[in-house]
């Protein structure tokens, strides 16, 4: 059988019964694809990647039609079952690396104790192990670095470390939550070529979080747009870029400031208004106040339709519309 | 960090010297010493011999920096009442003091560090509130009563420990307990409030997307880092500890140093009493200073600075 | 979420169970201290050697004139409790307005001025901490006689240390906000300023702490009067109530029991009271 790697469907979270952070999304990785989700902050990105590594903070509630990573159904596993999948088959890097890392420990040591917990390797080992991951992400002198404390190392040192130590027990997927986000400019750069590369070499399943756009352009394999907890579209980096279909979507890239393609009158670099937090119970499509093409039957229910090879939206229009994405 | 140090221990000095102003000024407050030590009986003659003898008839300054002179060498003169040298009464006390206090403490951590996890592992729980109860009713707990309560019960009753007394390692368990008690409160809390902080941290997350187990995400990670500020409290509690050793000391007719203050005071013997605030003052400060290192020590983020 | 967040407004369930509870404790001990007067059954110095010992009312043999049993002198217990409760939160009050004085004036200044004069400040408040409070106490009492306004004037000049330590911080947050800005330029004069616009502001922080050192000076009186250098008898204090029954508490246990309960449970109820003043006002205590 040859299951996707990461299954995601219809996942639902919601926080203390109040807030509906992801309304039934859908995500799956393939081995060696890179999968990216993209969409504006409060979107539900992060949350859709705690919830596949069960991670979610206490007092939320998950559910989903399908959850399977490699064909295991994640849905009902315990926390000492899945604590034998994380860091060693799936591994996470987050946003924060300047308090990711515990300021307690050297980087050796945080390293170290990866390997030892899942492949029981020596100490020796481990050390040789993160020794060559910290060359293999870009860090000279490993040897100095792994005798460090976390506040010894700058922003993008930390962030090398903490991509270093996910592939310390060669993971098959990598679930990467914005990690470009806290960094320097040139540093991103930096960081993002790494993790493509890694991805290539290593055949990771990668699932990638960014606002980025020009960077998904580069490295997608798959694009899924998340807004207000849902799915709003998904498909083929190509085909995403080439013909978006979902208002927002045509909003996000209308927003990239592409030479020469810059609307007139439009300000650059957002679409106005917010993401709104949405409640349980919540009914109809979450863009509508927003969107440029809203009318009455935006408060329905809202079909899901395929659009292309491999191209879903979450609209009610037809796939030809034209006209401005986001309000003007 | 050396000038830090530096810092500290040039702040330390003055306490030291203005404690031992204090002391000295507090021993001067009962008016005339030599009819205080002279006794109720005694003629104006013995007064006046009293005054020559303990060279109280020198004005009050050279006086002062006669005893600030001596003390700083470590002589603090000698009792009237037990007719020995000071230093040499308060250094035969003392292991008895430290003991307690050092037992009290380690009652007091085994105590503490496990009821702050728990309380803090089950925030909101009925096991969390249950915790805080315990800290409020320790605060609360008058500790010569407490003494008291257990020397009717784990004594007399269950005659598990004895009494009163110096003799043996188990004279200084139920003492210890109640001066446990005095610090529990503080040092729980403290675990308490460092856990929840710790575990809510981006670290531990970053443990548990490592697929670490329980207990060295509790242990290894969360509360290493929690432990930092509950060590370098406990060495200040240590400190408070050796101070409120007085009472314990004589409830349970422990020979201490509080115990030898207890005595003291009762017998207009100043300059043991003035003696023992100074070192108790000194040790306090030291402790302050050594929790400041410890800190220092085990956060590695304030070593290189 | 790393930050720490201290949370305000009105308390829910159990904490406002507990505050309560503590509310409740504190009013009976003051009613009781008001009215102790009215309320005793007995003269509380009133001795009768024929009566020594009698056992409280859930124990065999007692007497129905005597509630709580009397003491090693006949005294009726219960009006000796009653009577102790006026003792005890006559001293508590007294010595926290004696602290609060010293500490607020100290705390304000200090951190109002900031640079050199806040140093001083900071080096009193060290060198206070590093004073052992009892055997001073002791020391104090000890040395010129025991009386009510020598204990309450030595513990005063003892416990000021939290008010001053809260005060001075409370003060550096209120110290840049807009109001006293605006009063600094309105050409307000420095002590206008700290009386009619910081005091006002820190004042729910100061009543928080002022609960805590209550409950302190009360303990600390129980502690001296136990060690007998501290409320002269025959006044009935709690502490030297239990100090005078010591030798009976082996064999008559309640002797010790009673007043050592009344003295927790006030101890209690004023802990309980101020830590949900605490949560309400969103004060943090711990230096
Ligand atoms: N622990 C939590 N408790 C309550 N709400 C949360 C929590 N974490 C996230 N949320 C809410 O879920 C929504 C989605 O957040 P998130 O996934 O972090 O967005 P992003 O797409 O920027 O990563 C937000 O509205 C946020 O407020
Ligand atoms: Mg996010």
Redesign the interface.
């Given at each position: 059988m040859s299951a996707a790697l990461l299954e995601v469907e219809n996942l639902r979270v919601e926080f203390g019964g109040r807030i509906a952070a992801v309304r039934g999304a859908s995500v799956t990785v393939a081995r060696g694809e890179t999968h990216c989700l993209v969409g504006e902050s409060g979107c539900g990105k992060s949350v859709t990647a705690l919830a596949v590594?069960s991670?979610l903070a206490r007092g939320a509630r998950r559910s989903a039609d399908r959850l399977a990573f490699d064909g295991i159904d994640l849905r009902d596993m315990g926390?000492?079952a899945?604590?034998?999948?994380?860091?060693?088959r799936m591994?996470?890097i987050?946003q924060?690396p300047m308090?990711?890392?515990?300021?307690?420990?050297t980087v050796g040591s945080q390293m170290t104790?990866?390997l030892r917990?899942?492949k029981g390797a020596t100490r020796a080992a481990a050390t040789d192990r993160a020794a060559e991951l910290l060359g293999r992400v870009g860090i000279t002198a490993p040897g100095l670095r792994l005798g460090q404390?976390p506040?010894?190392l700058s922003g993008g040192l930390r962030q090398r470390v903490?991509i270093a130590?996910?592939l310390m027990c060669d993971p098959e997927l990598l679930v990467a939550d914005e990690p470009t986000t806290a960094l320097d400019v040139t540093v991103q750069a930096q960081i993002l070529r790494l993790l493509a590369t890694l991805q290539r070499d290593l055949g990771l399943g990668l699932l990638l979080i960014t606002h980025d756009l020009g960077v998904v352009a580069r490295v997608a394999h798959r694009v899924s747009v998340m807004y207000a907890g849902e799915v709003v579209e998904s498909a083929p980096t190509a085909e995403l870029f080439a013909a978006p279909r979902h208002p927002y979507t045509r909003g996000l890239l209308d927003c990239v400031p592409v030479p020469g393609k810059v609307a007139r009158n439009a300000p650059l670099g957002s679409i106005p208004g917010v993401v709104p937090r949405i409640a349980p119970g919540f009914a109809g499509c979450a863009f509508r106040d927003r969107c440029g093409q809203v009318n009455a039957s935006c408060a329905g229910i809202i079909p899901r339709r395929t659009v292309g090879a491999g191209h879903a939206m979450l609209c009610r229009l037809e796939p030809g519309w034209t006209g401005a994405g986001a309000t003007p | 960090m050396l000038r830090f140090l530096l810092r500290r221990l040039i702040?330390a000095v003055?306490?030291a010297a203005?404690?031992l102003t204090?002391a000295f000024v507090?021993?001067r407050?009962?008016g005339d010493l030599a009819i205080?030590i002279a006794g109720p009986n005694a003629t104006q003659q013995d007064v006046d011999a009293v005054r020559k003898a303990y060279g109280l008839d020198r004005p009050v300054v050279i006086q002062f920096f006669d005893w600030v002179g001596r003390a700083l060498l470590g002589d603090f003169g000698e009792s009237y009442f037990f007719k020995a040298r000071v230093a040499a009464l308060i250094g035969e006390r003392m292991p008895v003091t430290v003991s307690l206090g050092l037992t009290g403490l380690v009652i007091a951590l085994a105590i503490s560090l496990p009821m702050g996890v728990l309380a803090a592992v089950r925030e909101n729980t009925w096991a969390d509130?249950a915790v805080q109860a315990v800290a409020?009713?320790g605060?609360?707990?008058?500790?010569?009563?407490l003494g008291?309560?257990l020397?009717?019960t784990l004594g007399?009753h269950l005659g598990w420990l004895p009494i009163s007394g110096t003799g043996s390692w188990e004279h200084y368990v139920m003492p210890g307990i109640v001066l446990a008690f005095s610090a529990v409160p503080a040092l729980t809390?403290?675990t308490r409030?460092g856990m929840i902080?710790a575990l809510?941290?981006?670290?531990i997350?970053?443990?548990?997307?490592?697929?670490?187990?329980?207990a060295?995400i509790l242990l290894k990670?969360a509360l290493?880092?929690a432990a930092?500020p509950v060590v370098a409290i406990a060495a200040v509690q240590l400190?408070f500890m050796?101070?409120?050793s007085?009472?314990i000391e004589?409830v349970f007719a422990l020979h201490g140093v509080?115990f030898l203050?207890?005595e003291s005071?009762?017998k207009?013997d100043?300059p043991v009493?003035q003696a023992?605030?100074l070192v108790?003052?000194?040790i306090?400060?030291a402790l302050?200073m050594f929790a400041d290192i410890l800190n220092a020590v085990?956060?590695?983020?304030l070593r290189?600075a | 979420?790393?930050e720490?967040v201290v949370v305000s407004g009105p308390l829910r369930g159990?904490r406002s169970i507990a505050t309560w509870v503590g509310a409740v404790i504190v009013g009976l001990a003051v009613f009781c201290a008001l009215f102790a007067g009215w309320l005793v059954p007995h003269d509380p110095f009133q001795q009768d050697l024929t009566k020594r010992l009698l056992t409280p009312f859930w124990m065999e043999g007692h007497n129905p004139a005597h509630l709580l049993g009397t003491d090693q002198l006949g005294r009726d217990y219960l009006s000796r409790l009653i009577w102790g409760a006026r003792i005890s939160i006559l001293i508590g009050v007294t010595v926290t307005i004696v602290s609060a004085v010293i500490g607020i004036a100290m705390g304000v200044i200090g951190g109002y001025a900031g640079g050199k004069i806040d140093d001083m400040v900071l080096?009193a408040i060290?060198?206070r901490?590093?004073?052992?409070?009892?055997?001073?106490a002791?020391?104090?009492v000890?040395?010129?006689g025991s009386s009510l306004t020598l204990l309450v004037l030595t513990l005063g000049l003892l416990l000021w240390d939290r008010f001053a330590v809260v005060a001075r911080s409370t003060t550096m947050q209120v110290r840049n906000l807009d109001f006293v800005a605006a009063a600094w330029c309105a050409g307000s004069s420095r002590f206008h300023i700290l009386a009619r616009e910081i005091l006002p502001n820190i004042a729910s922080h100061l009543v928080v702490v002022a609960t805590l050192e209550i409950?302190l000076a009360i303990?600390l009186e129980?502690?001296l009067s136990?060690?007998g250098?501290g409320v002269p008898p025959p006044l009935p204090s709690w502490?030297l109530m239990?100090a005078e029954a010591?030798e009976y508490?082996?064999f008559s246990?309640w002797v010790?029991?009673i007043p050592?309960v009344a003295?927790?449970?006030l101890?209690?109820g004023i802990?309980?009271l101020g830590?949900g003043l605490r949560d309400m006002f969103g004060t943090r205590t711990?230096p």
């Open positions: 590594m991670l926390e000492t899945m604590s034998r999948l994380r860091g060693h591994a996470m987050f924060e308090t990711s890392l515990n300021p307690a420990y104790e990866v917990r899942h404390f506040h010894q903490m130590m996910a | 702040v003055l306490v203005t404690v204090l507090l021993t407050l009962s205080s509130r409020l009713l605060q609360a707990m008058p500790s010569f009563w008291l309560i020397m009717i007399l809390r403290l409030a902080q809510g941290s981006d670290y997350r970053t443990a548990r997307a490592k697929g670490l187990s329980r060295s990670h290493r880092n930092i400190g050796l101070g409120g007085i009472v004589s509080g203050a207890w005071i009762g207009n100043f009493v023992v605030v108790l003052a000194v306090y400060v302050t085990l956060d590695p983020r290189g | 979420m790393s720490a159990w080096f060290t060198t901490l590093s004073i052992p409070v009892v055997l001073v002791l020391a104090v000890g040395l010129m409950a303990l129980a502690a136990f060690l250098l502490g239990i010591k508490m082996f246990p010790i029991v050592g003295l927790f449970v101890v209690l802990n309980l830590d711990d």
